[in-house]
Every structure is written in C-alpha cells, then in structure tokens.
C-alpha cells in the first residue's frame, strides 16, 4: 500500500528534493509558471505528463526559449540544448512513495538531464505514478508506462500487443537505461512537483 501523501512529501523533502504539491493541473501550472523568468531557457524532456500540464504554451507566451523535440520545427536535434537550459522540465514513470523518482529511458536525453546540465529541474508527477517500493516502480514503468509508450511511437515491440515486458532484444528494445533518483545533486534545486491527478503514462 502506498504511503500518504503528507509522507511522500516529507520524505521527498528529508532527501532535499523540493516537493511541491497541488491538487490540480491547474494550480500546478499556476504555481511553476510563477517560478520561472521570461528571461530563462526552458529545456522539456519527452514528457506525457508534461504535455498535459499545458505548460508549453504558457511558456511560449511568456517568451521563453524553450528547447523541446517534441514541437521543434527547425529539422535540427535540440535535445543537446535542452541539456544546458536554465531549467528543465520532465516527469518519472514512477515516484516511490520513500521520496525517490525512478526513470527509464530509451535515448538518455531525459535521464541525464535530469542530474546534470540544467541549472534547475522540475520533475512533474500524476499521483498515478506513485508506487511502495523499487520492484513495484519497475513493474509500473516496463508492464504499464512501456506499453503506452511504445503504442505511442508506433513500435513494434512485445510490450505495444500484450501489454507485458518480454525483455526483448537489443534492435527493438526501448528500456536501454534505469535510474532510481536517491538525492539530488548537491548544489543543484531540483523539484518534484506532485498533482493530485493522473497525468500521463
């Protein structure tokens, strides 16, 4: 069983994340956007939850350069960019509930982001995403957030027809790196913004 919020959150902050917490997408978007200056570049990790949040388009109205290959037009790879923003934005496909975002990634973009380059990072999760305990937030990411993803990119993986991890092989495989986000990195302000909604994957 998962832990209450009010626990999450405190341990969240115990390991000197900042958590922040809202009860919907709205406040969220509200509440982040208040926190960063027209003036900062914005990079965006490939993010569902992120996506929902609207927080491009209020971005963009505010006149931020952000760095995002979901919606860039330009033909070139702006992910390296994103990668020495001034803030970064993504989510976990899981969040255990000891105060630890969890992550796989099939570029790394993301991943790496997350704990280097950025001067800030923002880690946005739905409280679907919550789970007690490691084993519980890899069964999430490979047999529910995977599937998902997968479908969404039009992969032919095991996972996109059954809905399970077959730990396929290396040409069509998209899990290529895990990380369990413990602490963050000194001298750095990282945020995990919890919303008391299901955002998405």
């Not at 976990?92 to 000891?98: I, P, V």
Request: aromatic share 8%.
């Amino acid at each position: 069983m998962v832990l209450p919020i009010e626990t999450i959150l405190a341990n969240l902050s115990r390991r000197g994340f900042v958590a922040e917490y809202y009860e919907t997408k709205e406040d969220a978007l509200q509440g982040i956007m208040a926190q960063i200056s027209p003036s900062e570049t914005v990079g965006i990790g490939g993010s569902m939850t992120v996506k929902e949040l609207g927080l491009f388009d209020e971005l963009t109205k505010q006149g931020n350069t952000i760095f995002w290959h979901w919606t860039d037009k330009s033909g070139q790879d702006v992910r390296p960019k994103a990668l020495l923003s001034d803030v970064y934005f993504c989510s976990a496909n899981a969040l255990m509930d000891s105060g630890e975002p969890v992550v796989i990634d099939g570029g790394g973009n993301r991943a790496a982001a997350m704990f280097y380059g950025p001067k800030r990072c923002f880690i946005v999760c739905g409280v679907n995403k919550l789970v007690h305990g490691y084993d519980a937030a890899i069964e999430r990411i490979k047999n529910v957030a995977c599937p998902q993803n997968a479908r969404r990119l039009n992969m032919k993986t095991p996972c996109a027809i059954t809905d399970k991890c077959t730990e396929c092989g290396p040409k069509q495989r998209m899990c290529r790196v895990t990380v369990r986000y413990s602490y963050p990195m000194t001298n750095r302000e990282t945020h995990v913004v919890l919303i008391n909604e299901k955002l998405g994957f």
